[in-house]
């Protein structure tokens, strides 16, 4: 689904969560749904200074639960869809069976939930429509303050 041209993009929610993944210093991992999440994600400037991103798709919840419980900080960036929402809760309840598994940091996503509902999209594959803002980023941080609580 294409934006509507007369739909103010909230920028400030999408920098916030590009900057606030990009300063991530600990080990993390992100994990999405498919390759072209993936894709959209670096489109639009996803710098991990340590850690990656990871893609589901063909991997059962048990082996994505293993290969990613002892990152530090996890982030389930899975689509807003019923599908997205299913798998983010079935990936969640996994990790809490492990003991020792990392934070799972509920903050980037509910920026992006926010981002999402004002430009009424539903899948992380869209944001890459969004690249053209996102460009020469490190000017634009300068002047944009970020809650990290």
């Known amino acids: 689904m294409k934006m509507k041209p007369s739909t103010k993009v909230p920028l400030d929610l999408l920098l916030h969560f590009i900057k606030y993944c990009n300063t991530i210093t600990e080990p993390v991992v992100l994990v999405v749904e498919g390759n072209r999440d993936i894709e959209a994600l670096d489109a639009i400037g996803i710098k991990l200074i340590q850690g990656k991103i990871l ?14 419980y002892s990152f530090q900080v996890i982030i389930l960036l899975l689509d807003f869809d019923k599908e997205g929402r299913h798998m983010w809760s079935g990936m969640k309840a996994e990790l809490q069976k492990r003991k020792g598994h990392g934070v799972i940091d509920p903050y980037p996503r509910q920026l992006l939930y926010q981002f999402f509902r ?13 690249s053209q803002f996102t460009t020469g980023l490190e000017d634009k941080f300068k002047n944009i303050k970020v809650n990290f609580t």
């Open 55 to 68: 893609a589901r798709k063909g991997i059962s919840l048990t082996s994505i639960a293993d290969q990613i």
């Open 118 to 130: 004002a430009v009424r999209i539903n899948e992380i594959e869209e944001l890459k429509q969004f």
